[in-house]
């Protein structure tokens, strides 16, 4: 009988992990849907993201769950008693439509900067980053630029027609104690009041029910967006916020 004990032991496995990259994974990911030409949402609000610094690659990738896809962020919705329509997306250019960017601005994070050439606005981020979206913007002789705040915010703001536009549209007269909060009212779901030290500028950040004129400079000055964009920035917006329009 042979001594079972004199044999060499079996050699153990081998229990090392394999130890992916999750961050690897997420821009192999990208790679392989950028190739395929494909345009497909990932939520990656599912998947964890390593924060940590790689050398002098910029490692964070942004997740919000409000900015997804077109036909989330832009669905009808109650709200305030209002039934939002749905804002057809797919006549909007993606341009104009809700997105995380790398902050273009420089400015500190809590900012709002809007960009009259772009027809954009940026909502700066901690971090690097921005929440971009698409507004419209004054006509040739309405614009106002400058550095300012935000006072205040208002949901389903009342719109009164100052005296110089009753002037040029008598017909706006009827509103000239003010027009009430509604579908109909053009300063939409919410509007962001700018005051320069310590004064009304008259001009306004609100929603618009005009959704096609995004990207286009229409108003009378103020800063137009799509209504389910204005009522997430509102949301995001605390206190009195520094603006900077250029």
Request: net charge positive; glycine share 10%.
């Amino acid at each position: 009988m042979s001594d079972i004990s004199a044999l060499p032991a079996p050699a153990a496995p081998d229990r090392t992990p394999s130890i992916v990259s999750r961050r690897a994974a997420l821009f192999g990911m990208g790679t392989i849907l950028a190739a395929a030409g494909c345009s497909r949402t990932i939520d990656l609000g599912a998947i964890e993201v390593d924060d940590y610094t790689t050398g002098s690659i910029r490692p964070r990738i942004s997740v919000d769950r409000q900015v997804t896809s077109p036909e989330l962020m832009y669905a009808s919705f109650t709200d305030e008693g209002f039934v939002l329509p749905e804002v057809p997306y797919q006549k909007v250019e993606p341009q104009w439509r809700r997105q995380i960017v790398v902050d273009p601005t420089g400015e500190a994070p809590g900012t709002i900067v809007v960009r009259l050439k772009e027809r954009h606005l940026y909502y700066v981020q901690p971090g690097g980053d921005a929440l971009r979206y698409g507004v419209g913007i004054g006509r040739e002789g309405f614009l106002w630029s400058g550095r300012a705040n935000i006072q205040y915010g208002k949901k389903w703001p009342t719109w009164t027609p100052p005296a110089e536009m009753i002037a040029r549209k008598p017909e706006l007269a009827k509103w000239r104690g003010g027009q009430p909060g509604g579908l109909e009212n053009p300063l939409g779901a919410r509007a962001l009041y700018i005051f320069k030290d310590g004064r009304d500028t008259g001009f306004r950040v609100h929603g618009s029910p005009e959704w096609w004129t995004i990207g286009q400079a229409m108003s009378s000055g103020c800063v137009r967006m799509i209504n389910q964009d204005v009522i997430d920035l509102f949301n995001r917006v605390s206190g009195k916020t520094p603006i900077v329009v250029v």
